[in-house]
T-cell receptor, first 116, second 115 residues
Framework: SQTIHQWPATLVQPVGSPLSLECTVE??????LYWYRQAAGRGLQLLFY??????ISSEVPQNLSASRPQDRQFILSSKKLLLSDSGFYLCAWNLYSLAGGLDTQYFGPGTRLTVL | AQKITQTQPGMFVQEKEAVTLDCTYDTSDPSYGLFWYKQPSSGEMIFLIYQGSYDQQNATEGRYSLNFQKARKSANLVISASQLGDSAMYFC????????????FGKGTRLHILP
């Protein structure tokens, strides 16, 4: 079965410090991968998505970046964090069935980031 | 462009009653998929149910069913016999017909089940 991992689970960082959040998927190959951010009590904001190694699409201009160095690894980074970067970061991947039927997006457990 | 609208920011429902969470969508794609997710206070996003636009029957998963009305572009989630553990944030989402289409989410509805 497929599993998605995210770490760390929680993170407290000072303003201006760098960031690296990692997401890995097991049990599948060539998944579509996504990074979302959720501010407290708000909906999901799509930040980046990737359809393959080295292929990154950015949805929102900001001081964050993403990379996909391996097929099942997706990394979210920042060189200098802002207060507004605080939130709950979720990684997700698509399960797409060419035969029809179930086609959905599964989420990792998330990373709660607080920037002070 | 695709759009998902959830007009109920919050709902209060008595335990054991049925609940309907509204979702309308807009797309020009001939085929698409609709999803519902539950997010409890722990933060995890839990997949509940999926409906394909060409599916003839409404999707059901246990106590969850999706009331799909294609002509009205609505995909309401129905929870039968609500339980205290159903208290959570619920998100409606949609994806286009291509594998690489991203999923877009509504703003969510916070459901409170009252004992």
């Amino acid at each position: 079965s497929q599993t998605i991992h995210q770490w760390p689970a929680t993170l407290v960082q000072p303003v201006g410090s760098p960031l690296s959040l990692e997401c890995t998927v097991e049990g599948t190959s060539n998944p579509n991968l996504y990074w979302y951010r959720q501010a407290a009590g708000r909906g999901l904001q799509l930040l980046f998505y990737s359809v393959g190694i080295g292929q990154i699409s950015s949805e929102v201009p900001q001081n964050l970046s993403a990379s996909r160095p391996q097929d099942r690894q997706f990394i979210l980074s920042s060189k200098k964090l802002l207060l507004s970067d605080s939130g709950f970061y979720l990684c997700a991947w698509n399960l797409y069935s060419l035969a029809g039927g179930l086609d959905t997006q599964y989420f990792g457990p998330g990373t709660r980031l607080t920037v002070l | 462009a695709q759009k998902i609208t959830q007009t109920q920011p919050g709902m209060f429902v008595q335990e054991k009653e049925a609940v309907t969470l509204d979702c309308t969508y807009d797309t020009s794609d001939p085929s698409y998929g609709l999803f519902w997710y539950k997010q409890p206070s722990s933060g995890e996003m839990i997949f509940l149910i999926y409906q394909g636009s060409y599916d003839q029957q409404n999707a059901t998963e246990g106590r969850y069913s999706l009331n799909f009305q294609k002509a009205r572009k609505s995909a309401n989630l129905v929870i039968s016999a609500s339980q205290l553990g159903d208290s959570a944030m619920y998100f409606c989402a949609m994806r286009g017909e291509n594998r690489d289409d991203k999923i877009i989410f509504g703003k969510g509805t916070r459901l409170h089940i009252l004992p």
